[in-house]
C-alpha cells in the first residue's frame, strides 16, 4: 500500500483557494525569481482521517488548505513553485517554506525557514538544513549557496525540474522523515557493498 499519493490539482477552485492562502509567500517567491505554480493535493492512506484527526483539526486551524475524501483520506493541498534557473522548487505551506534540490547521485537537499523534525543523513543521501530567522530571502540565499557547494563537490544537479520531478522529490522527502529508505537507494547500497 502506498502511504502518500500526490496528483496536480487542476480544479480552478481549489487553485485559487490555495493561492489565496499563501498570497503573501507567492509574492515574495516571485520577486526571488520563482514562478511556473503547480498545485499539488497530497492524498494520504485509506482512513487516514480517523487515525490523523487531531493532526486534520491543527492544520485546519493553523490555515491550511485540507479536506477528507475517498475512503476518509487526508487530503492537503499546497502552492509548488520552480526558480527560473531550473533546479530549486519551493514548497509552501502555513510553516513556512521548503526549497529542494535533487542531484544526479539521489541526494536531496531541503532547506525550510521553519524548524524541521527531518535531520541530515548521509546513509540516505538526505541533507537537510533550516534558518528560523531571516525569512524567504535568507533561506533562498542558504539553499543557493549549498547548492553551488555541493556542485563543487562534482554532483550535478537535476535540471529542468517538472511535476515528475516534484512528485519524486516529495516522495523522497516523504520517506526520510518517516523512516523509510526509497528502494532503489537500498538496491545501490546492495550493488556497492
Known amino acids: 500500500m502506498k502511504f502518500t499519493t500526490y496528483d496536480e490539482v487542476l480544479k480552478d477552485s481549489i487553485a485559487l483557494n490555495v493561492q489565496g492562502r499563501f498570497s503573501d509567500e507567492l ?25 490523523l484527526f487531531p493532526i486534520l483539526v491543527l492544520m485546519h486551524f493553523a490555515g491550511e488548505r485540507v479536506s ?81 557547494t555541493l556542485t563543487g563537490e562534482g554532483r550535478s544537479v537535476i535540471v529542468p525540474i517538472g511535476m515528475k520531478d516534484l512528485t519524486r522529490m516529495e516522495k523522497r522527502y516523504n520517506q526520510i522523515i518517516l523512516g523509510f529508505m526509497p528502494d532503489d537507494l537500498k538496491e545501490k547500497r546492495k550493488n556497492h557493498e
Open 27 to 51: 509574492q515574495q517567491l516571485h520577486a526571488l525569481g520563482f514562478n511556473e505554480e503547480f498545485y499539488l493535493r497530497e492524498t494520504a492512506f485509506p482512513f487516514s482521517a480517523l487515525l
Open 68 to 148: 477528507v475524501g475517498g475512503l476518509l483520506q487526508v487530503m492537503s493541498y499546497s502552492p509548488h513553485v520552480i526558480h527560473e534557473n531550473g533546479y530549486v522548487c519551493g514548497v509552501i505551506t502555513k510553516l513556512g517554506v521548503r526549497y529542494m534540490s535533487m542531484f544526479d547521485d539521489g541526494t536531496l537537499l531541503s532547506t525550510t525557514t521553519y524548524h524541521s523534525s527531518s535531520s541530515s543523513n548521509p546513509d540516505k543521501r538526505f541533507i537537510s538544513q533550516y534558518f528560523l530567522s531571516g525569512g524567504i530571502e535568507l533561506a533562498w540565499k542558504q539553499h543557493v549557496q549549498r547548492v553551488d
